[in-house]
C-alpha cells in the first residue's frame, strides 16, 4: 500500500477514534449531570432547588452544568424524561420473556419492583417511594403535559397486563369465570394501592406486595 495512502487512513481511523472518546466522556458527564440532579430533585422540591445547591450535587461548576443543558428547567425536564418517563415505558421497566405464563411474568414484575427499589437505595435515598411519588408530583406541575404522558404509560402497564391475563384465560391457567379486564387492573391497582400507602410509612414492602400477588394468583388459578 503507498505509504501516503496508509498514513491518510491511520491519521482518519485516529481521529474517528478520538471523536468516539470524546462522545462517550460527554455522555457520561451528561450521565452523572442527570443522575446527580435526580438524587437532589427526590430530596429538593423544584422551586427550592438552588444552582448553588446543583453545583454541590453534582460536584461540577455551573458552566460546567449548563455546557450539557440550558437551565434548571431544562436539567428538571431531562430528569423526568430519563428517570421517570423512560424508566416507567414498560418496555424499560421489566424483563419478561413473549408468551410467558401469568405466573411467570408477577415474578418478573416483583423482580422488575426489587430492581428499582435497590437503584433508590444506592441513591442513598431513604423511603424511595416516597420521594418517587413526590418527583412525580412535581412533573405535574413543572413538566407542560407530563400527567397525559404518564397516563399514557399507565394504559400501557394496563394493555400489558391485560394481554397477559388474557393468554392466561385462553390456556386455562386461570378460571374460566373471571373478568380479564378486572383482573388485569386488580394486579395492576395491588401493587400503585399498596406503593404508595406504603410510601407515606417505611416504604414500599415487597414482601408483603409478593405476598398479596401470590394470594390473588391462587385465587384465581385453576387447581
Not at 46 to 62: H, L, N, P, Q
Not at 157 to 174: C, G, M, P, Q, T
Not at 204 to 217: E, F, K, R, V, W
Request: charged letters at 25%; a positive charge; one cysteine or more.
Amino acid at each position: 500500500m503507498n505509504r501516503n495512502i496508509f498514513c491518510n487512513i491511520a491519521s482518519k481511523t485516529l481521529k474517528i477514534i478520538n471523536l468516539t472518546h470524546k462522545m462517550s466522556d460527554k455522555q457520561d458527564t451528561k450521565s452523572k449531570i442527570l443522575q446527580g440532579a435526580f438524587k437532589l430533585f427526590l430530596q429538593k422540591n423544584y422551586e427550592k432547588v438552588t444552582i448553588a445547591d446543583i453545583e454541590r450535587c453534582i460536584g461540577m461548576t455551573r458552566g460546567a452544568i449548563f455546557y450539557h443543558v440550558k437551565d434548571k428547567n431544562e436539567l428538571f425536564t431531562q430528569v423526568i424524561d430519563t428517570y421517570i418517563l423512560e424508566t416507567q415505558n414498560i418496555k424499560n421497566k421489566f424483563k419478561f420473556k413473549a408468551g410467558c405464563s401469568l405466573k411467570e411474568f408477577i415474578d418478573n414484575y416483583l423482580e422488575g419492583v426489587r430492581e428499582t427499589m435497590t437503584k433508590l437505595e444506592l441513591l442513598g435515598i431513604n423511603n424511595g417511594h416516597r420521594a418517587y411519588f413526590g418527583l412525580i408530583y412535581q412533573a405535574v406541575q413543572y413538566y407542560p403535559d407530563f400527567d397525559k404522558l404518564i397516563t399514557k404509560l399507565f394504559y400501557q402497564d394496563y394493555e400489558l397486563w391485560y394481554e397477559v391475563v388474557l393468554r392466561a384465560f385462553n390456556s386455562k391457567e386461570i378460571k374460566q369465570d373471571i373478568i380479564v379486564d378486572s383482573v388485569a387492573r386488580q394486579f395492576r391497582y395491588i401493587y400503585s394501592g399498596l406503593s404508595f400507602e406504603d410510601s407515606l410509612k417505611q416504604g414500599l414492602d415487597i414482601t408483603a406486595l409478593q405476598q398479596l400477588y401470590n394470594n390473588y394468583y391462587n385465587q384465581i388459578k385453576n387447581n
